[in-house]
């Protein structure tokens, strides 16, 4: 199938999928508003209200993190379950399996330039001045998409292999939540461990990059975040690989299992 072909189907599907599910409930595409805006308001209740959290900019900290995350988190999930759920298609065409996790890939993507588009104004009626330095978005939006892709590839293989993945999934998803910064800075821990925790992880360096650049006018470690994307392309074309050389077995475990 050639590249263009490829590409106009996986945005067909994308745009066809967000329509089903904006059809599925009342208030239609504002879901795509309100679902991140109630996240972070009930963690918001949670942590200043009750917890009587008293950290300066707490809220934007929050949301910038939080929002971030659950573009990660929620499409990568989404995405995992995506071939066996196109099993009734997998049996019956031939088309490229990973079609089918970067289709929801790309549905995410399009919530998410809403997602930050409300986020980003919000920072600026709070306060916060657009400067140069939000230049730096642009390589950590690509970095985080190309990791999205390449994490929502091999949770499409997984899931195919054993159903069980996807419960794995969720639950390394939630371990993710508490672990990368979301709730707590990551640069108030010590210099070495907080540098041990961006190393391991990705997900905590770029929540800490997004902040960095809206809220502290900071360009990120270029190198690092390079270094991130270089090593997700390289899985997200080691995945393409695999994917391709197996995609019979995939049909097969996807239609059987």
């Given at each position: 199938?050639?590249?263009s072909?490829?590409?106009?189907?996986?945005?067909?599907?994308?745009?066809?999928?967000l329509?089903?599910?904006?059809m599925?409930?009342?208030?239609?595409?504002?879901?795509?508003i309100?679902?991140?805006?109630?996240?972070?308001?009930?963690?918001y209740?949670?942590?200043?209200?009750?917890?009587?959290?008293?950290?300066?900019?707490?809220?934007?900290?929050?949301?910038?993190?939080k929002?971030?995350?659950?573009?990660?988190?929620?499409?990568?999930?989404?995405?995992?379950?995506?071939?066996?759920?196109?099993?009734?298609?997998v049996?019956?065409i031939?088309?490229?399996?990973?079609?089918?996790?970067?289709?929801?890939?790309?549905?995410?993507?399009?919530?998410?330039?809403?997602?930050?588009?409300?986020?980003?104004?919000?920072?600026?009626?709070?306060?916060?001045?657009?400067?140069?330095?939000?230049?730096?978005l642009?390589?950590?939006?690509?970095?985080?998409?190309?990791?999205?892709?390449a994490?929502?590839?091999?949770?499409?293989?997984?899931?195919c292999?054993a159903?069980?993945?996807?419960?794995?999934?969720?639950?390394?998803?939630?371990?993710?939540?508490?672990?990368?910064?979301?709730?707590?800075?990551?640069?108030?821990?010590?210099?070495?461990?907080?540098?041990?925790?961006?190393?391991l992880?990705?997900?905590?360096?770029?929540?800490?990059?997004?902040?960095?650049?809206?809220?502290?006018?900071?360009?990120p470690?270029?190198?690092?975040?390079?270094?991130?994307?270089?090593?997700?392309s390289?899985?997200?074309?080691?995945?393409?690989?695999?994917?391709?050389?197996?995609?019979?077995?995939?049909?097969?475990k996807?239609?059987t299992?």
């Amino acid at each position: 199938m050639p590249l263009s072909q490829y590409f106009r189907l996986v945005d067909t599907m994308a745009r066809m999928s967000l329509r089903a599910d904006a059809m599925k409930f009342y208030l239609g595409y504002l879901w795509w508003i309100l679902e991140p805006l109630l996240w972070v308001g009930m963690f918001y209740l949670v942590f200043v209200v009750l917890m009587q959290f008293r950290e300066p900019n707490f809220l934007m900290f929050l949301a910038t993190g939080k929002l971030a995350f659950i573009w990660f988190s929620k499409t990568v999930t989404q995405a995992s379950n995506t071939i066996v759920g196109g099993r009734g298609l997998v049996g019956k065409i031939k088309v490229p399996m990973t079609l089918f996790p970067l289709a929801a890939v790309h549905e995410g993507l399009y919530r998410q330039v809403v997602v930050f588009a409300l986020l980003f104004a919000f920072l600026m009626l709070d306060g916060y001045s657009v400067t140069s330095t939000w230049w730096y978005l642009v390589p950590v939006l690509v970095v985080n998409y190309i990791m999205i892709v390449a994490c929502s590839f091999i949770g499409a293989c997984l899931v195919c292999m054993a159903r069980d993945f996807s419960q794995l999934i969720q639950l390394g998803m939630m371990f993710l939540m508490f672990t990368s910064g979301i709730f707590w800075d990551v640069r108030t821990l010590s210099p070495e461990t907080a540098a041990l925790v961006m190393n391991l992880n990705p997900v905590a360096f770029v929540l800490d990059a997004y902040r960095q650049i809206a809220m502290h006018n900071t360009p990120p470690d270029m190198v690092h975040l390079a270094l991130i994307g270089a090593v997700f392309s390289a899985i997200v074309f080691a995945m393409v690989l695999v994917i391709r050389g197996s995609s019979q077995y995939l049909a097969l475990k996807a239609i059987t299992a």
